[in-house]
């Protein structure tokens, strides 16, 4: 089992940026990928970003590439997403996730992120 705790979100204006952290606890953290997903009002969760268990890999959604950035310290059990040039279509509630296997196994309550026009 492992625990996800979520931080960073906020209120921004367009084109600003923020930085999303997610603290992992309990299991060993390089056992997991990591992802973020995010889930905007009346839409399904999506697909944002994700990173292989030793930070050489990523990939991200079309909507966000070349804007995000995902990372991870292993050394501090921490995933981040830098996101820049933030628009309105980017507010949602952003979630991390560890992956083991193929499947996303444990959650995060989730972050809010506001983008104003």
């Known amino acids: 089992q492992v625990q996800l705790v979520e931080s960073g979100g906020g209120l921004v204006q367009a084109g600003g940026s923020l930085r999303l952290s997610c603290a992992a606890s309990g299991r060993t953290f390089t056992d997991y990928a990591m992802g973020w997903f995010r889930q905007a009002p009346g839409k399904e969760r999506e697909f944002v970003a994700a990173i292989n268990r030793s930070g050489g890999s990523t990939n991200y959604a079309d909507s966000v590439k070349g804007r995000f950035t995902i990372s991870r310290d292993n050394a501090k059990n921490t995933v981040y997403l830098q996101m820049n040039s933030l628009k309105p279509e980017d507010t949602a509630v952003y979630y991390c996730?560890?992956?083991?296997?193929?499947?996303?196994?444990?959650w995060g309550q989730g972050t809010q992120v506001t983008v104003s026009s």
């Open positions: 996730a560890a992956r083991y296997a193929t499947t996303y196994r444990h």
